[in-house]
């Protein structure tokens, strides 16, 4: 009843290979399914032995998480691709303190805003 009520679940892998590696495991969305139940839906998942992630298994879950997010399931692409290039930008013009990022990121929502949180 109480994991029910999430809404996402981020197993973690620490582990050592060499050095001490740190990573999401999955993340998964609890979709509500029924008056008590609900469906876990894998949004992205890491694959250990080539360290890297794989989106949204199967049609079903990027569909089950667009509508969640409020979007038409063919609006779903465009949004994370927009998203990615926003971090991009982030990476690229060095933006990581905890105050820059922040400030960029409410200037996304705003619209407009360059990745270092001017405009």
């Given at each position: 009843?109480?994991?029910?009520?999430?809404?996402?679940?981020?197993?973690?892998?620490?582990?050592?290979?060499?050095?001490t590696v740190r990573r999401v495991e999955e993340l998964a969305f609890l979709q509500?399914?029924?008056?008590?139940?609900?469906?876990?839906r894998s949004l992205c998942r890491?694959?250990?032995?080539a360290d890297s992630f794989s989106l949204f298994e199967s049609p079903e879950d990027s569909d089950a998480f667009a509508r969640w997010a409020g979007l038409a399931p063919a609006g779903l692409e465009p949004?994370?691709?927009s998203r990615e290039a926003f971090l991009?930008?982030?990476?690229?013009?060095?933006?990581?303190?905890?105050?820059?990022?922040?400030?960029?990121?409410e200037g996304f929502y705003r619209g407009g805003a360059t990745a270092s949180g001017e405009g």
């Amino acid at each position: 009843e109480q994991v029910a009520r999430l809404t996402f679940i981020v197993p973690l892998y620490i582990g050592y290979h060499g050095s001490t590696v740190r990573r999401v495991e999955e993340l998964a969305f609890l979709q509500p399914e029924g008056a008590d139940g609900f469906r876990v839906r894998s949004l992205c998942r890491w694959d250990r032995n080539a360290d890297s992630f794989s989106l949204f298994e199967s049609p079903e879950d990027s569909d089950a998480f667009a509508r969640w997010a409020g979007l038409a399931p063919a609006g779903l692409e465009p949004a994370l691709a927009s998203r990615e290039a926003f971090l991009a930008r982030l990476l690229e013009d060095g933006t990581a303190s905890i105050p820059a990022v922040n400030q960029a990121i409410e200037g996304f929502y705003r619209g407009g805003a360059t990745a270092s949180g001017e405009g």
